[in-house]
């Protein structure tokens, strides 16, 4: 499994129309270069929680058997096609709805950046100019409860991650894949929380139509801040303070005109104060911020969850200091990454060798 077998001759067959080449035998085997798939398990794991030369180096130490960085990074590059295979496959057994249907599912999407080389950023759009990262896309599904004193909880080992750096168009393919997997039937309700991107709302209208949308309210929070500002109120003074504290608890209340309301008296001729309210007042018309209302359902209102596997699941192995990706690297440890955090890597590797038979190899005299 782990030592040196000597020299295995096989039979190499390559197609000059295609400039490809492959090993029969060695597919047969189940082999990723020239390692076995208990190894090349063995080695993605490690790849996939941390850094490949601090993985290279546990690796070594724990099974006594020498690789390098690049050998895992080779690893999990070529691992790519088929673990993003397995990231899209919508029917893979029994549902978990399979004997009942699920009362509250939460579908949450988010962006965050990741650093890559110069050269996989060509078309990226950047703030300023050049752009120094580029994004990538991360969708949480989760089943949710309400206790006895109407809170909301997400119940264990529900969580599962989905991401990629393609357009929005792809990734809420890839969502509903995820989802599609895990319910088959639909359940009593869908919540979809997001900051209300543009784009994240193109995914909840085109794959999620009838979810609850509920725009996250500390994003929302962030967006009285510019409206302080344009009052005449200083960021970080009392008065700051104390005038933000309140419109916050009145949106929380449900009482969003009322904030619109108390802004525009402030600056009743103000364009900026206009333009800067529409987002609350486009966002109320269409029932995304009665707050009051979602919570005595017992639904959550802040997308908390999605945020934080942005920095754990992407984040703590992909936005390390001075780590810069090529796209082709970044694909293959996204999927793996999203795979572990969801606790399927087992059920990956068991699907990847599906097909393979025992092979004995006999020594012709």
């Given at each position: 499994?782990?030592?040196?077998?000597?020299?295995?001759?096989?039979?190499?067959y390559?197609?000059?129309?295609?400039?490809?080449g492959?090993?029969?035998?060695?597919?047969?085997?189940?082999?990723?270069?020239?390692?076995?798939?208990?190894?090349?398990?063995?080695?993605?794991?490690?790849?996939?929680?941390?850094?490949?030369?601090?993985?290279?180096?546990?690796?070594?130490?724990?099974?006594?058997?020498?690789?390098?960085?690049?050998?895992?990074?080779?690893?999990?590059e070529?691992?790519?096609?088929?673990?993003?295979?397995?990231?899209?496959?919508?029917?893979?057994?029994?549902?978990?709805?399979?004997?009942?249907?699920?009362?509250?599912?939460?579908?949450?999407?988010?962006?965050?950046?990741?650093?890559?080389?110069?050269?996989?950023?060509?078309?990226?759009?950047?703030?300023?100019?050049?752009?120094?990262?580029?994004?990538?896309?991360?969708?949480?599904?989760?089943?949710?409860?309400?206790?006895?004193?109407?809170?909301?909880?997400?119940?264990?080992?529900?969580?599962?991650?989905?991401?990629?750096?393609?357009?929005?168009?792809?990734?809420m393919?890839?969502?509903?894949?995820?989802?599609?997997?895990?319910?088959?039937?639909?359940?009593?309700?869908?919540?979809?929380?997001?900051?209300?991107?543009?784009?994240?709302?193109?995914v909840?209208?085109?794959?999620?139509?009838?979810?609850?949308?509920?725009?996250?309210?500390?994003?929302?929070?962030?967006?009285l801040?510019?409206?302080?500002?344009?009052?005449?109120?200083?960021?970080?003074?009392?008065?700051?303070?104390?005038?933000?504290?309140?419109?916050?608890?009145?949106?929380?209340?449900?009482?969003?005109?009322?904030?619109?309301?108390?802004?525009e008296?402030?600056?009743?001729?103000?364009?900026?104060?206009?333009?800067?309210?529409?987002?609350?007042?486009?966002?109320?018309?269409?029932?995304?911020?009665?707050?009051?209302?979602?919570?005595a359902?017992?639904?959550?209102?802040?997308?908390?969850?999605?945020?934080?596997?942005?920095?754990?699941?992407?984040?703590?192995?992909?936005?390390?200091?001075?780590?810069?990706?090529?796209?082709?690297?970044?694909?293959?440890?996204?999927?793996?990454?999203?795979?572990?955090?969801?606790?399927?890597?087992?059920?990956?590797?068991?699907?990847?060798?599906?097909?393979?038979?025992?092979?004995?190899?006999?020594k012709?005299?």
């Amino acid at each position: 499994m782990f030592g040196p077998v000597g020299t295995l001759q096989r039979t190499y067959y390559y197609s000059k129309e295609t400039r490809h080449g492959h090993y029969p035998l060695d597919e047969r085997l189940g082999l990723v270069g020239r390692y076995t798939p208990a190894l090349v398990e063995e080695m993605v794991r490690a790849a996939a929680d941390r850094p490949y030369r601090e993985a290279a180096a546990e690796f070594s130490r724990a099974h006594h058997f020498d690789v390098s960085p690049d050998t895992l990074q080779d690893i999990v590059e070529k691992m790519r096609a088929e673990a993003t295979k397995f990231t899209w496959l919508s029917d893979l057994g029994p549902k978990e709805d399979a004997k009942r249907i699920m009362d509250i599912v939460y579908v949450l999407v988010d962006g965050t950046g990741l650093p890559f080389r110069r050269r996989s950023l060509k078309g990226v759009r950047g703030k300023n100019g050049r752009a120094k990262t580029r994004e990538a896309k991360v969708g949480v599904i989760f089943v949710g409860g309400v206790d006895s004193d109407g809170r909301p909880f997400r119940l264990s080992d529900t969580t599962t991650y989905v991401a990629t750096t393609h357009r929005w168009g792809k990734f809420m393919k890839l969502l509903r894949a995820e989802f599609d997997r895990r319910f088959g039937r639909h359940p009593r309700k869908i919540v979809f929380i997001s900051d209300g991107g543009k784009w994240i709302t193109s995914v909840r209208n085109n794959e999620f139509p009838d979810s609850t949308f509920i725009l996250d309210f500390f994003h929302a929070a962030e967006h009285l801040e510019p409206v302080l500002e344009l009052m005449g109120l200083k960021k970080g003074t009392k008065a700051w303070k104390q005038k933000f504290r309140y419109y916050a608890k009145r949106m929380r209340q449900g009482k969003v005109l009322s904030v619109i309301a108390s802004a525009e008296k402030a600056c009743p001729k103000s364009t900026k104060m206009r333009k800067a309210l529409k987002y609350f007042s486009d966002n109320e018309k269409l029932g995304r911020m009665a707050y009051d209302k979602f919570e005595a359902e017992g639904l959550f209102i802040g997308s908390g969850v999605v945020e934080s596997g942005c920095k754990t699941v992407l984040g703590a192995r992909l936005k390390q200091s001075g780590m810069f990706w090529s796209l082709r690297g970044a694909k293959g440890m996204i999927p793996l990454r999203t795979l572990e955090k969801s606790g399927r890597l087992d059920e990956f590797f068991n699907w990847r060798l599906r097909n393979l038979r025992q092979v004995i190899c006999t020594k012709v005299a």
